[in-house]
């Protein structure tokens, strides 16, 4: 079974970079595995979908998805972006009750379907799948806390500096001019979900760069290529940005700014 799509540990790696897998010694992995099975998602398809009544679990195997709610006048709200090795479908899986939100694959995803009875079996009997748990639930309320916070005192473009940095590092490979091209098809109005704005100031910022040459849009991509102005804007959402110069060829190296994730959807 191919390895879960995650980057090594560094040297300083904070609590917000680990996933749920990564926080699981050998003995659970092996029987989470045996609990389920492998499938494999096309981009543009559903994981799950809200207010369905579903009895499963899913670890991400490989891939982003997209988090996201419908409000009862058929606005979508993106709650969060999940990649290797995150959780998925938790809450809803064991308490059997319609899931809240909607997982929306942006790439080919490959996950790890676990039923939930399997599941529950192996989170009262293996503490480490129970610690998992508990640390990933604990993380994502402290990131909704801290995204909170800065919807008050960070300017939004800043906020949208750090998460446009942060799909580069993540997902962004060089092109031959030395940009950074996302190919993850986000519309303006997922970009402003994540950043908790609006879709006429998310276009305006994004108009604003254009003119500046920081990127260019386009339906199903970015291309950055002002990554320093980028970090400068970036800069007042108080997280580290490293740079780009010196990674591996045709990536950023390992991601160190706003985490895209913001609340804490029960899936």
């Known amino acids: ?27 659970a992995r092996d029987r989470l595995t045996k609990a389920g099975h492998v499938h494999t998602y096309p ?10 009544l579903s009895d499963h679990v899913l670890v991400l195997r490989s891939g982003c998805v997209k988090v996201y709610a419908e409000t009862s ?9 999940r990649n290797g090795g995150d959780l998925l479908g938790e809450q809803a899986g064991l308490d059997r009750q319609p899931r ?9 995803v490959e996950a ?3 039923p939930a009875s399997r599941f529950g079996v192996l989170l009262r009997s293996l503490p480490a799948v129970a610690h998992a748990v508990q640390q990933v639930l604990s993380r994502r309320l402290r990131e909704a806390d801290q995204h909170r916070a800065a919807i008050g005192s960070v300017p939004v473009e800043a906020r949208l500096a750090a998460l446009v940095l942060d799909l580069g ?64 804007r970036a800069e007042a959402s108080g997280q580290e940005t490293r740079p780009a110069e010196g990674g591996l060829p045709g990536r950023l190296p390992g991601r160190n700014g706003l985490r895209a994730p913001h609340t804490t959807p029960r899936g």
């Open 1 to 27: 079974m191919a390895p879960y799509e995650e980057r090594p540990p560094q040297d300083g790696r904070r609590a917000a970079d680990e996933t749920f897998w990564s926080l699981l010694d050998d003995t």
């Open 43 to 52: 981009v543009r398809t559903h994981l799950l979908r809200q207010d369905e």
């Open 100 to 108: 809240s939100a909607s997982v929306y694959a942006l790439m080919a």
């Open 169 to 232: 590092e993540r997902y962004g490979r060089r092109t031959a001019d030395g940009a950074v091209r996302i190919d993850l098809p986000l519309s303006q109005d997922d970009l402003a979900g994540l950043v908790v704005s609006s879709r006429r100031t998310i276009s305006r910022i994004l108009e604003e760069w254009r003119r500046e040459k920081l990127l260019t849009t386009g339906r199903q991509a970015l291309e950055l290529a002002g990554l320093h102005a980028l970090r400068h």
């Open 112 to 114: 790890l379907v676990v």
């Open 73 to 81: 006048t058929g606005y979508q709200v993106v709650l969060a972006l």
